[in-house]
């Protein structure tokens, strides 16, 4: 492994960089992986690339600019809180950050940190194979460009997969038609324009009420009836400003204290044995509040059916009290699964923009889609003239751009092969046959299940602390055995399934979403903290599980 600082080239390239001295090769310029080429490159000292296939830094925050886009997680709570005076230099400005505030929050992070000298935008890997015999990572770009390096990281998302559904008839479409999650830069105008929105997850939950704001007409096609929770998003007050800035160290140590790396606890009550009055209330307060927070008023709602059933009746009542069409409020009642086992959306006036006149609700369970045509969307029941379609659709999550690398392990396998029944991994982190490969928020990891940073921040320092380790005695390679991830995928599995969580046939947590994909709960639900711990305890007996040579 190279000694020397980053860009120190012996044999620059064109680009003045020396592809053949790097340690380290990062994929993916969103929160994971510029935290990741920080923590190597300035803590450690190593020479590292990060290959970016979009002309700027953000990720997730990059792609997705449809109408509405923002977190779901408090802004206070959804940065890095590796630096303190990173932390205290940074204002949000609302409860929930928008889509151009967090794409503006990493950008200052990578300016303010100077990582953009050692980012490669434009650049898309095609292809990553592993060679034992230099015990190196050889990647190939889009543009036919050769780099290699001892570790190579991916820092590609859970959710960076457009997951555009293949409906018969949809190139003959006269009108544009747009993914959310590949939204044009310069913006849709939808004045004038009869819109149809097809999804109805958090994606869609929050665009709908955006685009009906302007669109001449909006229908939305819904395949799944869902519960989401009003965000009560607002403005921040200085005070509350203040208080983030203050209690910087106490904030933090709540995240990582929590299930799900939120700065709020799970209270620790049952539902079903709260009194019904008390219960009632204990929602309504949780409802008025808004967000997330919702899911964690008690703790038996995500492991305990008939708990489940008291929040979901509770949401149904309040979507019927909100929609003052029956019919519509219906089918939006129409829920087939428990509340939050799939992901919980959070809205600003969703079920409020079924009461516009501009606005209609098409019920695909009733009457499925059966092609797209040059005019618009035909379902079993009616033509639905339009000039734009938006797919809400969501994501091959979790596995879809990591595979799309088209990574190569040890024994010429790919790893599209090595996981054809599923995704297999030692704690989300890597994959036997695979060495020097890490996967930051990998299946496997709490990832998706949390509020983000936390989990990224977690993997990276692990992975930094493991290479550092590494360094320090002369070892460089890295590989999980075949049983520690045998035992990993059977503790994730254990995990799920002591939740309602995989009890939900068609969610993405299981990769239902996707036609052919293999059926596996992906993410670890044992909890962030908890998973911590484990990923603590592994590292201070050795590595337990991986060999390192
Ligand atoms: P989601 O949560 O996967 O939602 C996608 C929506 O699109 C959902 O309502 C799907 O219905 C619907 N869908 C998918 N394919 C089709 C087809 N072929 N026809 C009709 N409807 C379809 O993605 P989001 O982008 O909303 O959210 C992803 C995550 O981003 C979210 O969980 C947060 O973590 C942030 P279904 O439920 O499958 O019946």
Request: proline fraction near 6%.
């Amino acid at each position: 492994m190279s000694q020397t600082r980053p860009n120190a080239s012996t044999a620059p390239t064109a680009n003045g960089r020396a592809d053949d001295a790097l340690d380290a090769l990062i994929i993916g310029a969103g929160f994971s992986g510029l935290y990741q080429l920080y923590s190597l490159r300035d803590r450690l000292g190593l020479s590292v690339e990060l290959l970016e296939a979009a002309d700027g830094v953000g990720g997730t925050w990059y792609w997705n600019r449809y109408p509405g886009a923002r977190c779901d997680s408090e802004s206070h709570s959804y940065c890095y809180s590796f630096s303190e005076a990173l932390h205290q230099e940074w204002t949000w400005s609302e409860r929930y950050p928008e889509q151009p505030e967090i794409l503006r929050y990493l950008n200052h992070v990578a300016d303010r940190f100077d990582l953009k000298r050692n980012i490669r935008f434009g650049t898309r890997v095609v292809a990553a194979r592993y060679d034992a015999a230099d015990n190196r990572w050889h990647v190939t770009t889009e543009r036919g460009e050769h780099l290699s390096a001892r570790f190579l990281i991916t820092a590609v998302g859970c959710l960076s997969s457009a997951n555009v559904p293949d409906i018969p008839g949809r190139d003959d479409f006269a009108g544009k038609w747009y993914h959310t999650g590949t939204w044009p830069r310069e913006g849709v105008d939808f004045s004038g324009k009869r819109v149809g929105l097809i999804g109805t997850g958090s994606t869609g939950i929050q665009a709908a009420p955006v685009i009906a704001e302007t669109a001449a007409h909006l229908t939305v096609f819904q395949r799944t009836a869902n519960y989401s929770i009003p965000a009560r998003n607002a403005p921040l007050t200085p005070a509350f400003q203040d208080h983030v800035r203050e209690h910087f160290a106490e904030i933090r140590a709540l995240m990582h204290a929590t299930a799900n790396g939120h700065p709020f606890a799970v209270a620790d009550r049952s539902a079903l044995a709260t009194e019904p009055a008390e219960r009632e209330a204990i929602y309504e307060a949780a409802w008025q509040k808004g967000g997330l927070q919702f899911r964690a008023t008690f703790r038996d709602l995500l492991v305990d059916k008939a708990a489940n059933d008291t929040a979901a009746d509770f949401i149904r009542r309040k979507i019927r009290a909100v929609v003052k069409d029956p019919v519509k409020a219906a089918i939006l009642t129409d829920i087939d699964h428990p509340f939050a086992a799939k992901r919980p959306p959070i809205d600003s006036f969703y079920f409020e923009t079924f009461n516009r006149d501009n606005v209609d609700l098409v019920d695909l369970r009733a009457a499925p889609i059966e092609r797209i045509t040059a005019r618009g969307v035909r379902t079993r029941e009616a033509e639905y003239p339009l000039d734009i379609i938006v797919f809400a659709t969501g994501f091959d999550a979790m596995t879809g751009a990591l595979l799309g690398i088209g990574l190569t392990g040890r024994d010429g396998v790919s790893l599209r092969e090595h996981w054809s029944a599923g995704p297999r991994t030692y704690l989300g982190l890597q994959t036997d046959g695979f060495p020097n490969l890490f996967t930051i928020t990998g299946p496997g990891s709490p990832s998706v299940l949390c509020n983000m940073p936390v989990p990224i921040e977690q993997h990276v320092d692990w992975i930094t602390a493991c290479i550092a380790q590494m360094r320090a005695r002369g070892q460089s390679r890295i590989e999980p055995t075949a049983e520690a991830v045998a035992g990993w995928v059977e503790h994730v599995n254990a995990a799920a399934n002591a939740t309602l969580l995989p009890q939900v046939g068609h969610s993405w947590y299981l990769g239902a979403n996707v036609p052919g994909k293999p059926r596996v709960f992906m993410p670890y639900a044992g909890g962030m903290a908890q998973y911590r711990e484990i990923c603590d305890d592994v590292a201070a007996r050795g590595y337990a599980g991986f060999v390192l040579s």
